[in-house]
């Protein structure tokens, strides 16, 4: 009898449980919605609004004379590729040798002082990196240039790649660097032999969100590499790029540019895009031989 | 904290001692229906004799199943290995207490050869070496074990005399020879139930203390 | 200079600690070559620490100390002047969870402390990996896929990858922790079989939690309870006749 009851009850509970789990499927379901908006209908609008000015001429020319149909943003689009480039190369080492310093030998006061500076580091605004960048490269430099562009936005992007180089080494299990030690291997030899070379996928995402990221920074470019209506003429000279461009010509009073700023947005986006996703198709196909 | 194996080491031991008890009382049928002249409780030792032979397999099935199933190890291990030799000397006895039970009837279809007065003490003293065997087992008593081994060379010296006033009487009277026979043939199966009392005291020596004595008792002079 | 051992590995009053908590009592413990010693002990007693202890990994944990004398073949293990790297290379690990090295093929993972010690020449690694996957019993199931990576083969599989891993810089011991814990019996059954067979090539020190594992393999067995050894002996006395009451109740089940 006690058995049929239990019967009873679990049946009609079950109905019951359906029904929520239902509810709250449908809730996340919106949820999820309401996240993903905002995204398509941005990206859905940069399209609509930027396709038409996508020329050939935009990405060939140079930016044509004040409020003149034609011309692109052919210096805009190098200029933005070279000063990610820089930041690359002046970021890059740095940062993923403050990650492994920190997941690997980051113990102790000294430690949790650099850990601390990185994290306070990537809170400070954008713009007060290009003010710092200007007073310490720029003046000395007395002039606007590609390089301090490129410091400015490595110094964006050190944070990020150092924490997420340390996050990433640390998931690494501990027995693994005991395993390459037991093998009477040095400890650095473990550690960028084995470790690092095994979450080298995970790290190169990492950067390449960080990359993504500070592409489409406007606000340390505007007093560093500055920007240029013609072609970079050398490292130390100003360098257009994508970002300011669009700031510039969107706030011009001409239609026409109006139309090129939404045509660059459009390219920015692609840009950033295209590197988030090839970045991850890559380590999609890498992953299978990556992660433990 | 009573381990579940320490409960199915428990039942397995009433199981053994209950087999124990089945075949002392088929040796005290055999001997005493041969002193008391009486057939049926002869016959008695045969029905006993099969339920040993039942009770044996189930006690190695038991055995079997905990080493299987339990893996024990040390004192366990070596008090499931002496209960498995235990059960088959038990049923050896068993087996002796029918050998008996054969003669006896034999002997009794015949003239009776003399009084019997030293086949009584021996069944005592085999009896006492059954008894204290299966005691030392209950009580894991190693001394009592060990005393047991000692008392097989009186043993041995019983049968010496009875052999020796048997085939005395056997060679006045050629015709009394069958009836000789059966009692030379009970005291040896006596023997044999002894030797087996002493097999089990060995193995309650090697339960108790992990010694093997068997070889070392044998071969010292 | 040390007097001469019948012993390739031993231990003399070696003890270690974590921070002030002392996990492993002075030790005295010798383990002939070719034979397989095992190491049983509940959960806590040191048996991990001191087999750590025996390749100098234990002190690579911030705050972990060792004390004592450690020889092999009467060389000392611990001192001035002796480097941990190369005294790891004659004791080789295996670990509780299969682990080989993440984004490194099978042939990779097998020659990886050979390649990273500067051997270069291919075909010399290649062979080496070979003779390291046949003395662990792999070969056969990867000889065709040798490109591919460690992870992708199965648990037991990777267990003996890291097998293959410790055997390739030849060392002198190989030391295991509880190697099979992770495993299914299949695998398990392989791994013993293995073990049985390397006592050829090296000395195995192992520390496991099941007892019958200790019993099926080894040829000596140290009971470590709370940080010391109770009873250290031929497996098979220990297993049948134990001469320490703990012993007894440990291996009988009835601690606690």
Redesign the interface.
């Known amino acids: 009898m006690s058995r049929r009851y239990f019967g009873d009850y679990v049946f009609r509970s079950y109905g019951w449980r359906h029904l929520q789990s239902r509810v709250m499927i449908g809730l996340l379901a919106a949820a999820c919605g309401l996240v993903l908006l905002p995204l398509f209908s941005i990206l859905g609008y940069v399209v609509w609004q930027g396709l038409p000015a996508l020329e050939p001429a935009f990405f060939t020319q140079l930016p044509g004379s004040v409020g003149e149909a034609g011309g692109g943003m052919a210096n805009a689009i190098v200029g933005t590729l070279t000063l990610v480039g820089l930041a690359l190369l002046l970021g890059l080492p740095w940062g993923i040798a403050l990650g492994i310093y920190l997941s690997e030998y980051g113990?102790g006061r000294f430690a949790s002082v650099v850990r601390f500076s990185v994290d306070m580091l990537s809170s400070v605004p954008s713009i007060i990196i290009g003010l710092f960048v200007y007073a310490w490269v720029v003046i000395p430099m007395k002039r606007f240039s590609a390089v301090s562009g490129g410091v400015a936005l490595a110094l964006l992007m050190l944070p990020t790649v150092a924490r997420s180089t340390e996050e990433l080494l640390k998931l690494?299990?501990g027995?693994?660097r005991?395993?390459?030690?037991?093998?009477?291997?040095?400890r650095w030899?473990v550690i960028l032999?084995?470790v690092v070379?095994?979450?080298?996928?995970a790290i190169a995402t990492g950067v390449a969100l960080a990359l993504a990221r500070v592409a489409g920074e406007t606000a340390p470019l505007l007093f560093t590499a500055f920007g240029n209506r013609y072609w970079n003429q050398g490292l130390d000279q100003p360098i257009a790029s994508l970002p300011v461009q669009i700031f510039n010509y969107a706030i011009s009073p001409y239609e026409e540019w109006h139309r090129q700023a939404w045509g660059g947005s459009l390219v920015l986006i692609a840009l950033v895009l295209g590197l988030n996703i090839s970045m991850r198709a890559a380590l999609r196909r890498k992953g299978?031989?990556?992660?433990? | 904290m009573e381990r579940h194996f320490d409960a199915s080491l428990r039942e397995l031991k009433e199981q053994l001692l209950g087999m124990a008890g089945y075949v002392e009382r088929a040796i005290d049928n055999a001997v005493h229906g041969l002193q008391g002249r009486n057939p049926a409780k002869i016959r008695s030792v045969y029905e006993i004799e099969r339920t040993v032979n039942r009770e044996q397999v189930t006690v190695d099935e038991s055995c079997v199943r905990l080493l299987a199933l339990q893996q024990p190890m040390a004192v366990d291990l070596r008090l499931i290995v002496a209960i498995i030799k235990i059960n088959t000397d038990l049923e050896r006895m068993g087996d002796q207490a029918v050998n008996i039970a054969n003669n006896s009837e034999r002997y009794l279809a015949l003239e009776p050869l003399k009084p019997l007065v030293d086949l009584p003490l021996m069944f005592d003293e085999v009896k006492g070496m059954v008894r204290d065997a299966i005691n030392s087992f209950v009580r894991r008593d190693e001394a009592l074990a060990r005393e047991v081994l000692r008392r097989d060379d009186a043993v041995d010296e019983l049968k010496r005399r009875i052999f020796t006033d048997v085939l005395a009487a056997m060679k006045g009277d050629p015709g009394r020879i069958d009836a000789g026979i059966c009692l030379i043939l009970i005291a040896r199966n006596l023997e044999r139930i002894g030797d087996h009392a002493t097999n089990i005291a060995e193995d309650v020596v090697f339960a108790v203390s992990g010694e093997d004595i068997r070889h070392a008792r044998r071969e010292a002079p | 200079m040390t007097t001469t051992s019948p012993f390739l590995l031993e231990t003399r009053g070696l003890s270690a600690w974590f921070g002030n908590a002392q996990a492993v009592k002075p030790t005295t413990l010798g383990c002939a070559a070719n034979t397989v010693t095992a190491i049983i002990g509940p959960s806590g007693c040191g048996k991990s620490t001191f087999l750590r202890c025996l390749n100098r990994l234990h002190e690579e944990v911030p705050g972990a100390r060792a004390q004592g004398e450690v020889f092999l073949e009467n060389g000392p293990v611990y001192g001035p002047g002796v480097d941990p790297v190369a005294v790891r290379r004659k004791i080789g690990m295996v670990f509780q969870k299969p682990n080989p090295f993440p984004a490194l093929s099978i042939l990779e993972n097998t020659v990886v402390g050979l390649r990273l010690a500067g051997v270069r020449r291919k075909n010399v690694l290649r062979e080496l990996a070979e003779r390291s996957l046949r003395l662990a019993a792999l070969w056969d199931e990867v000889k065709d896929k040798l490109d591919q990576p460690g992870m992708s083969l199965s648990g037991g599989q990777q267990q003996r990858l890291c097998i293959a891993r410790a055997l390739a810089v030849e060392p002198r011991v190989l030391l295991m922790d509880e190697p099979t814990s992770a495993l299914d019996p299949v695998s398990t059954a392989r791994i013993e079989e293995l073990v049985t067979e390397l006592k050829k090539e090296v000395t195995v020190v192992i520390v496991t939690h099941n007892m019958q594992q200790a019993a099926r393999i080894s040829d000596r067995t140290a009971f470590f309870l709370l940080g010391e050894v109770v009873e250290f002996g031929e497996t098979s006395r220990l297993f049948t006749n134990p001469v320490d009451p703990r012993t007894e109740r440990y291996i009988t089940g009835r601690f606690g």
């Open positions: 113990r690494v299990p027995h693994v005991e395993a390459g030690l037991a093998l009477g291997l040095p030899k032999r084995i070379r095994g979450s080298l996928g299978k031989t990556g992660d433990s």
